[in-house]
């Protein structure tokens, strides 16, 4: 007795085993970011992000979207169904309770012998070894992991409008220089064919002007065709039809991204809604073990009764039972059970690991392509600004003869390249100051917990 009661406690401590220590599990990370410097105030990241670039009409979309896109939509539905699970999951851990009622009668002229009863039933099972908790541990971190891959899914959708968004603004913007370099083909065809009737020139000069014009008219329609496809997309996103839909006015340059001053401590990647619902993940798989583990040992199972009789007088009687079932043999189903969900623990802590390496990964990679392109743009309002100057001393030179067209159509390439390359420089900077803000989990600090959902 003494050897069975020693091995019956040991068989109890296994089953209550504590869920592994998973500190450390994201595996080295370093202190900060590289191209980070040291005067960062995260807390100026707790805003909701799209905020920073303080664009109303930019929040009102985004606004739209996360209440009206198909994906979100669905994603909700998802979490619902989830939240649902877990309420299941914890009714194992009370009593349950049902009634019932019935009335007969044998006669065959009226109902004078009609006999009644009533009946209620309770039970519970003892969840000594704590598979029932396990299950339902299980259960919470798996809404909790949905929860925080909606609150991804959400990041995704809004960050998509912005570039979208933006994107429309800098195809427009794109668009006008491309108008622009047009008329201005088209004003130094009229210098290039007055010479040319005057005999000052060849037809050579004529020709080759005439195909300037044609190569600046065949940009209209593919910039305006990129145009539409951005549209077309904005309008998914915002859960609209693409018909008859048009993106709302904005100035490009106006939208200058915030300033972030990134100091930023590499703890701060943690508050990722992928890298938390990984962790949850995680969490998750380590309950199954425990469940896993608890099904080897006996379940006992109570329950209690009561009959009465609802005619012919009083008459009540009641029941208690219990039971005891353990398992035996399983033909290696359970063992088979325990390390299936030991190797999807494995697999969930791998995943967390390369989850957070990627994380880190897209922080310093979103911080050196912000800083890059905050130094091209500089440089492009150089480049744009000189390239004006040098096409109108060009135009002018070609008028009084001291330079040759070659010359002239070098100086209006330039010039629309630099004025376009602005345009696309701009949206590359905000582009890249949206991946920053989505790298760090989009200004989203504070991580609920299971109690507040």
Known sequence: MKKLFLVSTCLVLTACTSLPN???????????????DDTMNAAALDQVWWEHFGDPTLSALIEQALHANKNVEAGLAALRASRASLRIANASLYPQLSAGASANSNSDNGFDDVSGSARGTASYQLDLFGQNSANRSAAASSYEAQYYNQ???????????????????????RLEV????????????????ARYEAGSVSRFDLKSQEAAIANARARLPQIEQQLVSTETALAILLGQASQDFSAPDGALMDMVPPDIDPGLPSDLLLRRPDLLGAEAAL????????????????????????????????SVLGTLAGSLSAPIFSGGRLEGQLESARARADQQLAQYQQATLNALRDVDVSLSALSTAEKREAELF?????????????????????????????????????????YQGRLDRLSAAIDLFVALGGGWSEAPTLASL
């Open 22 to 36: 998973r500190d450390g599990a994201t595996g080295p990370v370093p202190d900060a970011f590289v191209y980070a």
């Open 151 to 173: 609150r991804a899914l959400e990041l995704t959708i809004s960050s998509d409008v912005a570039f979208n968004y933006f994107s429309v603004l800098a195809l427009r913007q």
């Open 178 to 193: 491309a108008q622009s370099n047009l008329d201005i083909s088209e004003r130094i065809y009229e210098i290039v064919k």
């Open 283 to 314: 969490r998750a798989a380590d309950a199954d073990i425990a469940a896993a583990r608890a099904a080897f040992f006996p379940s006992i199972d109570l329950s209690a009764g009561v009959n009465a009789g609802l005619t012919g007088g009083t």
């Open 382 to 422: 150089i480049a744009q600004s000189a390239s004006d100057e040098s096409l109108q001393l060009a135009e002018l030179r070609y008028k009084t003869g001291a330079d040759d067209l070659t010359s002239l159509l070098n100086a209006q390439s330039t010039a629309f390249n630099a004025a376009d390359s602005l």
